[in-house]
């Protein structure tokens, strides 16, 4: 063990109690030759490291090498985005340190072999100092629905990219404005960590619908947004659909208004409609045009009328 370090093997499991640790086991190796520091490591094809810390920015530095074997095309990810490719040849050392920003409390170190002639990262030891506290504001990276709506709405769901501080999104922190004029939100409720579903009564008005956030919801860290967030979504107007069919004979009177369907006529695209399966038809021969006549059969068939939406 180096002085002033922490051992950690490859079989050692993150956990809350510890604070750090892999988040699926890798393997270790001690070259037994060379510092303390540098003569062992963890290794794998691929590992993820996590380390619960305040949010705030950070400087992390990484010892990667192999005092007996080159390890090359190493990738390297912080807090999901890879930040580095590392190539060492047998007995050189890189060391590199880095600029993180934590705001979810937790630091999330990846490594990834990306192919070349050894299939395993290496890591020997790191180094994580703070900087300095979360001063980055939180971000808006969607919306849901973000495009042309149906006939209507009621909810939508917008997501920041770090976690939110739910007492600080409110309904007084949403502004929808439609056709019709300003629509009151109803309620706020966090779906997670960073998703948020705003609800309102069903807006089935057509046109055009400005949604604003903000700026004062914040981040845990209290980082409001550095700006209101806006958006547009698009109601679209219904469009009309009239279907008007009499079930009947091939020959029995058709109601004025409506098309006629005889037990034998099945669906086709050209026409839009007609039975799946062919079923009976029976004119009784008294009675209005629209009831005299029906189409009939036993409950084992399927007799479904399927009908064109655009007809």
Partial sequence: MAAGYARLAGSDLYSAAVGYGWQTAVSSWNRESGSDLLRDFNYGPRGTFLVDVPNGQYELTLAMGDQGALHDLMGVFLEG??????????????????????????LTLGFVDQGGSNANFVINALD??????????????????????????ERIVVA????????????EDVSLVGPAGAVQPLAVAPLDARSFEVRFAP???????QLTIGPDVSDLAGNGLAVAFSTHLVVEAAIPYVARIDFGTTTSPVAAGYARLAGSDLYSAAVGYGWQTAVS????????????DLNYGPGRFWSTCRTASTN
């Fill in 81 to 106: 985005a890879q930040v580095d490719t590392i190539s060492t040849a047998a007995g050189q050392f890189s060391t590199t340190t880095y600029l993180v920003d934590v705001n979810d409390g937790q």
């Fill in 128 to 153: 994580l100092v703070t900087i300095g506290p979360d001063r980055v504001p939180p971000t808006l990276v969607g919306v849901d629905p973000s495009g042309p709506v149906g006939a209507s709405f």
């Fill in 160 to 171: 920041f990219d770090e976690p939110i501080d739910a007492a600080s999104f409110t309904a």
């Fill in 203 to 209: 807006q089935t008005e057509p046109g055009d619908y």
């Fill in 281 to 292: 038809s029976f004119d009784r021969e008294t009675g209005s045009d629209l009831l005299r």
